[in-house]
């Protein structure tokens, strides 16, 4: 079953990138749905959404361990979120749903070669579908804690510049 919930995540998605709209989200949600229900019947032990969303972060932490592939995420998730949004929003083959597609494909791209030729795992949401909404937060995370240790040092640079002097 987790196979062809699987296919049907990548049909929604394929479907979005033909400019199919409701039948996308209606295929990818149905995808999404029926995989949940599978990891939840594979872990009947976890309770309550808390402790589900925890176990989705440990989980897309541990199957992101590649500093190649973490850079490609980093960069590919806000294309892929970027794009999608602008496929649901543009009509259909104007300018900005081109373009939309193209950051779409491109940031689908570099996250799949991340996993193929770097981690050299399956993306994470073909084992746990929560990753869909924990792989951007995990991401968007990383990015706030590198500008903010940049921060941190270029303040503590400019502390030990001060007390050089």
């Known amino acids: 079953m ?10 929604g ?20 749905k029926s995989l949940e ?3 939840r019947g594979r872990n009947p032990e976890v309770k309550g ?7 989705a ?3 897309y932490d541990a199957t992101h361990q590649n500093s190649v592939n973490r850079a490609l995420h980093t960069v590919g998730i806000p294309m892929i979120l970027g794009g999608a949004v602008g496929l649901l929003l543009s ?7 081109l373009g939309s597609a193209g950051l779409f494909a491109s940031g689908w791209v570099l996250n799949i070669a991340g996993h193929a030729v770097f981690e050299k795992n399956r993306p994470a949401f ?20 590198n500008v903010s240790g940049r921060i941190s040092a270029r ?3 400019k502390l030990a510049a001060k007390t050089a002097n």
Do not use: C, H, Q, Y
């Not at 062809?4 to 990548?10: F, H, M, Q, V, Y």
């Open 13 to 32: 998605m394929g479907l979005l990138m033909t400019g199919g709209k409701m039948s996308a989200l209606a295929m990818f949600g149905s995808g999404l």
């Open 57 to 59: 972060l440990e989980f």
């Open 37 to 39: 229900e599978d990891w």
């Open 155 to 157: 303040k503590a640079g």
């Open 49 to 55: 959404f808390k402790e589900r969303w925890n176990r």
């Open 126 to 145: 073909t084992d746990d579908p929560l990753s869909f909404v924990a792989g951007p937060v995990w991401d968007f995370k990383r990015m706030a804690e």
């Open 91 to 97: 009509p259909r083959l104007t300018p900005p749903w």
């Open 2 to 11: 987790a196979n062809s919930d699987t296919r049907k995540l990548a049909g």
